[in-house]
């Protein structure tokens, strides 16, 4: 192992004992590291930690020290890991659908070359992800076929392009719905080809609204198919009224349309606690041609957007050529089959979370952590469920730990509400309790060497 310089003359530069470039790059760790996560990434580093000692912010006998730990916490991609405490269950900011064991371990199977469009046991080309595919018709027998694609989006954009391009999509004013981070679903449709055609009003759209608009553009041949969208972030109460997917599924077979129904979270089947939520195999029975579905929302898998619907509509979809642009990568692919043929995914546990369960869990660790248990609700997220509150607990811990836990490893991501931290234990996994418990610690010890320095008592905390 090199030898670093340490004792100088005194009135030397002490910028002249930064270890230089070379010599920290020869260090076996150092050198294991760049094989592992690439030269430019840990020279960054290396330099980083030179400057902090040329800044005079460490000592330069310090710097080998310093550059070891920080390759130590360095990971191959700046995205963290991160605890989400905040009870709300598919967190779009925070990757929305945490993968299960059995995904996760498909996606690392997939990782390197793998048989995704090739037949193994003849040697020809194959269907893309027939595998994902399979798991979904057996997970949902009410589809005669099935596509996967990027996301929710591009399935959304994929049917109307394909069923409707340059004609008319008959949509309802109450469904004209925003997602998140400003995007407008009408927007996206118009912006393939496609023409939005707005029907009935905000609170209340008839069987007659589509009719009218059906009639008026049949003689031009004008509309191109009946939309049904799933207001799945908000909801519209009081003076209101829809019309279902049966009664649009006879106005499309009157007029000879395709029905398309975007039911955004996900669900293959109705899900008890969550009565109000759309699911696959029932808006199909009740006559849609094609339901769309993202991957990352309720079904709790990968991002994807997921069709099912009958075959031949299907299938003039995935021959449309935007179907090429908005495939579903390999990756996901594999995530998905193993997420439907795989163990209940923890978005759905987190969902079907036994209160009394979550009860105890939270006593247990507001003891170990000194916090005060109140009553928080969680929630099921832009995914899903608007409005629907899921009863639970927190953990009420002091306001000024969110920040140190949110930059600590992992990151602890709770709720700040009043003078109180609150952490929510739905959506934590009960084998990361310790790594919370960890975190908690150590947010604190920042916070008490901070308020130390600012009282003086402990100056050498500095930082
Ligand atoms: C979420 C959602 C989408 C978009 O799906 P992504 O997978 O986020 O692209 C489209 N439609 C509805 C109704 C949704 O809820």
């Known amino acids: 192992m090199p030898v670093l310089p340490v004792a100088r003359p005194a009135g030397e530069d002490p910028r ?8 920290l790059l020869a260090l076996p760790e150092v050198a294991s590291a760049a094989a592992a996560m690439g030269e430019r990434v840990v020279k960054d580093l290396v330099s980083a ?74 040697g020809a080309r194959y269907r893309r992800g027939a595998g994902a595919r399979a798991a979904l018709l057996a997970a949902c027998p009410a589809a005669e076929d099935a596509l996967v694609v990027n996301n929710g989006a591009a ?33 996206l449709v118009a912006s393939a ?28 041949g004008t509309v ?25 599924a006879e106005i499309a077979r009157e007029r000879d349309l395709p029905l398309i129904a975007d039911l955004g979270s996900g669900l293959l089947h109705p899900e008890p606690s969550l009565p109000q939520e759309p699911d696959a195999t029932t808006a199909l029975t009740a006559g849609a041609d094609v339901v769309l579905t993202s991957g990352d929302k309720l079904l709790g898998g990968p991002q994807a957007g997921i069709l099912l619907g009958r075959a031949e509509v299907i299938a003039r979809l995935a021959r449309h050529p935007l179907a090429r642009a908005v495939r579903a990568d390999k990756l996901a692919l594999a995530a998905l089959e193993a ?29 170990q952590l000194d916090g005060r248990v109140v009553p928080h609700e969680g929630r099921v997220g832009g995914g899903g469920g608007a409005g629907v509150p899921l009863p639970g607990w927190a953990i009420a811990l002091e306001v000024e730990l969110a920040a140190p836990l949110r930059r600590g490893t992992p990151a602890v991501i709770g709720t700040v ?47």
């Open 16 to 23: 002249r004992r930064i270890p230089r470039t070379d010599r």
């Open 417 to 463: 509400r009043g003078d109180a931290c609150l952490l929510d234990l739905r959506c934590v996994p009960v084998e990361s309790e310790d790594a919370l418990v960890a975190a908690v610690t150590a947010a604190r010890a920042e916070v008490t060497a901070r308020t130390g320095t600012a009282d003086g008592a402990d100056g050498g905390a500095a930082r």
């Open 193 to 220: 080809g496609a023409r939005v055609r707005e029907v009935g009003t905000t609170n209340r759209t008839h069987p007659a609204d589509y009719r009218d608009a059906c009639r008026e553009g049949a003689a031009a």
């Open 224 to 248: 191109g198919a009946l939309l049904k969208v799933h207001t799945s972030n908000y909801r519209v109460e009081g003076f209101t009224s829809e019309v279902g997917i049966d009664e649009l």
């Open 49 to 122: 930690t030179q400057d902090r000692a040329r800044a005079g912010e460490i000592p330069p006998e310090s710097v080998k020290e310093e550059l070891l730990a920080a390759l130590g916490q360095r990971t191959a991609s700046s995205l963290r890991p991160v605890l989400n405490a905040t009870g709300v269950i598919v967190h779009t900011n925070l990757g929305r659908a945490p993968l299960s064991p059995a995904a996760r371990e498909a996606v690392q199977d997939a990782a390197g070359y793998t048989d995704v469009e090739f037949d193994l046991a003849t």
């Open 339 to 367: 997420t439907l043929s795989g163990p209940v995914p923890p978005v759905l546990a987190a969902l079907r979370t036994d209160p009394a369960a979550l009860q105890e869990r939270t006593e247990h660790l507001a003891a």
């Open 155 to 187: 399935a959304l954009l994929l049917a109307t392009t394909a069923l409707a391009g340059g004609k008319e999509v008959l949509w309802s004013r109450g469904e004209l719905v925003e997602i998140g981070a400003g995007f407008r679903l009408a927007e």
